[in-house]
């Protein structure tokens, strides 16, 4: 063979060997894997300690024929010498001795000890009781809590690890439970917290409690009865649901089908607190109890025994004190729609940091009513009505002129309503069958009013602001009287209005009007509507002094300064007095200066002192001896009685048969009649400043013209003195004087100066 050949055939074997190797190698090493894969799939070698496995575990309590508990698991572990047994997946299920519930314990393992009939869950454990009727979660509570221990023969399971718990109505938690399976109470040993009311679900057409604020419950400890659907908390009970607190030795928690609250019961001594934002409230009484609704809300509360409720606000305290309350509340709200309280009721407020600012309220019985709101809202007080007659009384301090004086008031009446502002203090008393109020300020005489019905008002400090009276109102004080039939007391104006068939009457005048009011801080007097004064008294020493008889004073309003002895009377302001009147928009009387003015749209009416014509002068068309009436007008007339002078200014303008007078203003002199016996008349007239004097057919102008009554004539003067007539002849001169009864006219020139006289003359 050839070199060659046999290097290429050992080529071919090296070749083949390799593949050969590689392939053994392959096989080998697949069926190494498929080895693995079945050693992991086999079950592990049972160790040394374990003296059986099973694939499920199970046994039952019963009595009769009657199943109490079972307990089930998927796995059970014997160990060899110590009776322990490790279930897997347990579960415990508790019908009852009547066969009236499903509850069940749920965990992931427990050592059993058989020698014992013990049960211990190290880990999470959950337990859920159950009616048997019920529903799948309907009627359940779920709890949730840790290192448990079962007994197999009394079918108790108890832990002192830290406990939650949910049902349909709300949740809680605590330390240490206990729970039988014969009974069904469960029983929660200390640090109780509860909360209902958070996850109620709403039902259709209804709010769910969860919309309101939560119920919060804290105790010692806690026994939940299955039989009687009772919870019962116990020692240092604390309740709390949004601003409301309840504070009790004992809590009684009865509940309906469902497991929701129905009804509460606090006992030894509860105290009830209420941290609003209007300020604190607190309610006191030997027991305290409420109905509450399926859905969680409160429907009514009662409190009795020595019952004593009050609050502080911004606005004052208030301090209420009965026998007995009973509280309704408005549905899904959670708040007060109906308060009666009874057996000695008394009510008692004061200012805030004042003590001698204070209410008091007497009755037997009294019903309270509250405002519906939205429910984020604090309580907010509506009205209150007395059962049987009562009596309220108020003390403090006012302003009476400028100084601060004590004031008591006193109403009395057969039966009392009260409504309530914002912050829960009075707005407003109702008094009806016949109303008594007596009110003293300082010094002064006291005011008494009667009516049959009565209505005061309060400001937001708790003080009364306004007292209204209706029907047969009489009113004194001092020597002023009143009636009408509406009265009116503002307290911060320390006034009384009065409306309806107004009489005002003093020892100097009789006023009546629609409506009257007094201020007595000012000592002013006010009346409005249909205003008619009559003046008691007359002659010397009177402002009106135009005639020997009593003055009257009409107008729209009047306003009068009763110390002063000033009254202002505006709108279609009249005054009459013997054959004198005096009309404008105002007429104002001062006593003091004896002085009266009349301003805006001034028309007045006077008689004329009698003309007698000097002799030889014709009497023309008037009559001598008669009296005539002069009518004055003018934007202001100022009128003084013990100079018997009137001043007419802003366009001031006479007028009488024979002629008129216009100026920019006007001196009116009067003087009395025959002995004094008769009105004042005016004998006298001097208008100064663009004087036009009109008579008959004759136009005089000057600066400054002169009247005379009794002569019939007219000086004009000052300026340039000029008369005109219908023919159109023009007299000037220094002065001129003409008289009402002849067509003569008296020039008189100045030295120096010409008199000038123009005559028409016809083409």
């Known amino acids: 063979m050839r070199n060659s050949e046999a290097q290429r055939y050992a080529r071919w074997s090296a070749a083949m060997a390799g593949l050969l190797v590689v392939f053994v190698t392959g096989v080998y090493l697949q069926r190494l894997w498929l080895a693995k894969q079945v050693e992991k799939k086999a079950p592990p070698p049972v160790p040394p300690t374990v003296e059986q496995r099973s694939a499920e575990f199970s046994f039952s309590k019963v009595e009769g024929q009657r199943t109490i508990f079972t307990v089930h698991s998927s796995?059970?572990?014997?160990?060899?010498?110590?009776?322990?047994?490790?279930?897997?997946?347990?579960?415990?299920?508790?019908?009852?001795?009547?066969?009236?519930?499903?509850?069940?314990?749920?965990?992931?393992?427990?050592?059993?000890?058989?020698?014992?009939?013990?049960?211990?869950?190290?880990?999470?454990?959950?337990?859920?009781?159950?009616?048997?009727?019920?529903?799948?979660?309907?009627?359940?509570?779920?709890?949730?809590?840790?290192?448990?221990?079962?007994?197999?023969?009394?079918?108790?399971?108890?832990?002192?690890?830290?406990?939650?718990?949910?049902?349909?109505?709300?949740?809680?938690?605590?330390?240490?439970?206990?729970?039988?399976?014969?009974?069904?109470?469960?029983?929660?040993?200390?640090?109780?917290?509860?909360?209902?009311?958070?996850?109620?679900?709403?039902?259709?057409?209804?709010?769910?409690?969860?919309?309101?604020?939560?119920?919060?419950?804290?105790?010692?400890?806690?026994?939940?009865?299955?039989?009687?659907?009772?919870?019962?908390?116990?020692?240092?009970?604390?309740?709390?649901?949004?601003?409301?607190?309840?504070?009790?030795?004992?809590?009684?928690?009865?509940?309906?089908?469902?497991?929701?609250?129905?009804?509460?019961?606090?006992?030894?001594?509860?105290?009830?607190?209420?941290?609003?934002?209007?300020?604190?409230?607190?309610?006191?009484?030997?027991?305290?109890?409420?109905?509450?609704t399926p859905d969680g809300w409160v429907e009514s509360a009662v409190a009795t025994g020595d019952v004593h409720g009050s609050r502080t606000t911004p606005a004052g305290s208030d301090e209420l004190r009965a026998g007995r309350t009973q509280l309704t509340l408005f549905p899904e709200r959670n708040q007060p729609r109906v308060l009666t309280v009874d057996g000695g009721v008394t009510m008692d407020s004061q200012a805030p940091g004042d003590s001698q600012s204070t209410r008091h309220l007497e009755t037997q019985a009294l019903e309270v009513e509250f405002a519906a709101g939205p429910r984020s809202q604090p309580t907010r007080l509506q009205s209150a009505r007395t059962l049987a007659p009562a009596r309220a009384e108020w003390h403090g301090m006012t302003i009476l002129s400028g100084k601060s004086v004590k004031q008591a008031m006193r109403i009395n009446g057969q039966v009392m309503e009260l409504a309530f502002a914002g912050q829960n203090q009075v707005r407003q008393l109702v008094s009806r069958g016949g109303a008594e109020v007596a009110r003293q300020l300082g010094d002064n005489p006291q005011q008494t009013t009667q009516s049959?019905?009565?209505?005061?008002?309060?400001?937001?400090?708790?003080?009364?602001?306004?007292?209204?009276?209706?029907?047969?109102?009489?009113?004194?004080?001092?020597?002023?009287?009143?009636?009408?039939?509406?009265?009116?007391?503002?307290?911060?104006?320390?006034?009384?209005?009065?409306?309806?068939?107004?009489?005002?009457?003093?020892?100097?005048s009789r006023t009546t009007a629609q409506s009257a009011t007094f201020n007595q801080n000012s000592n002013e007097v006010r009346a409005d509507g249909n205003v008619l004064t009559t003046e008691l008294r007359a002659g010397p020493g009177t402002v009106a002094n135009f005639a020997p008889e009593a003055a009257h004073i009409s107008a729209d309003h009047l306003v009068a300064d009763s110390a002063r002895g000033h009254a202002v009377y505006t709108g279609h302001g009249r005054l009459w007095q013997g054959g004198s009147v005096v009309e404008a928009d105002t007429i104002e009387l001062d006593n003091p200066s004896r002085s009266l003015v009349a301003r805006g749209q001034v028309h007045a009416g006077f008689p004329q002192a009698t003309w007698n014509p000097r002799l030889g002068q014709a009497t023309g068309p008037r009559q001598s001896h008669r009296q005539e009436l002069w009518r004055a007008q003018g934007g202001t007339l100022t009128y003084w009685a013990q100079e018997s002078l009137a001043k007419l200014e802003q366009d001031a303008r006479a007028d009488s048969p024979e002629g008129s007078i216009r100026s920019n203003q006007m001196d009116l002199y009067f003087s009395p009649g025959a002995a004094g016996a008769t009105s004042e008349q005016l004998t006298r007239a001097v208008a100064t400043g663009d004087v036009t004097v009109l008579q008959n057919d004759r136009r005089g102008t000057s600066n400054r013209a002169e009247y005379t009554a009794a002569e019939g004539k007219f000086v004009l003067s000052e300026g340039k003195p000029t008369l005109y007539d219908s023919t159109g002849d023009t007299t000037s001169g220094r002065q001129l004087t003409f008289y009402f009864a002849d067509d003569n006219i008296v020039v008189d020139s100045e030295e120096g100066s010409r008199t000038i006289t123009l005559h028409q003359v016809e083409k």
């Open 75 to 292: 796995q059970a572990t014997q160990f060899k010498g110590n009776n322990r047994n490790l279930l897997e997946d347990v579960s415990i299920t508790v019908y009852g001795k009547k066969g009236e519930r499903h509850d069940t314990v749920r965990t992931h393992a427990c050592d059993f000890i058989s020698s014992t009939g013990k049960i211990s869950c190290a880990g999470e454990v959950l337990i859920d009781l159950r009616d048997a009727k019920a529903p799948a979660e309907s009627r359940v509570i779920h709890v949730a809590t840790s290192s448990v221990s079962f007994d197999r023969d009394s079918g108790e399971v108890q832990t002192d690890q830290p406990v939650t718990f949910q049902w349909p109505t709300g949740t809680g938690r605590a330390v240490g439970a206990h729970y039988s399976s014969t009974s069904g109470m469960l029983s929660l040993e200390s640090a109780v917290e509860l909360t209902m009311g958070s996850a109620l679900p709403a039902k259709p057409g209804r709010f769910a409690a969860s919309e309101a604020d939560p119920l919060r419950l804290e105790s010692n400890r806690m026994e939940f009865r299955r039989d009687t659907r009772t919870v019962q908390l116990a020692g240092a009970v604390h309740a709390q649901q949004g601003v409301r607190e309840l504070a009790a030795d004992s809590l009684l928690l009865e509940l309906d089908a469902e497991f929701s609250a129905r009804r509460l019961v606090a006992g030894g001594h509860p105290q009830l607190r209420e941290a609003g934002s209007q300020g604190p409230a607190v309610l006191e009484a030997d027991e305290i109890s409420a109905l509450l």
């Open 452 to 508: 049959r019905e009565l209505t005061a008002t309060f400001s937001s400090g708790g003080e009364w602001s306004a007292i209204d009276q209706a029907g047969e109102v009489q009113f004194r004080e001092g020597q002023r009287t009143a009636q009408a039939e509406h009265a009116h007391l503002d307290r911060e104006a320390n006034a009384a209005i009065l409306s309806g068939s107004v009489v005002l009457a003093d020892a100097a």
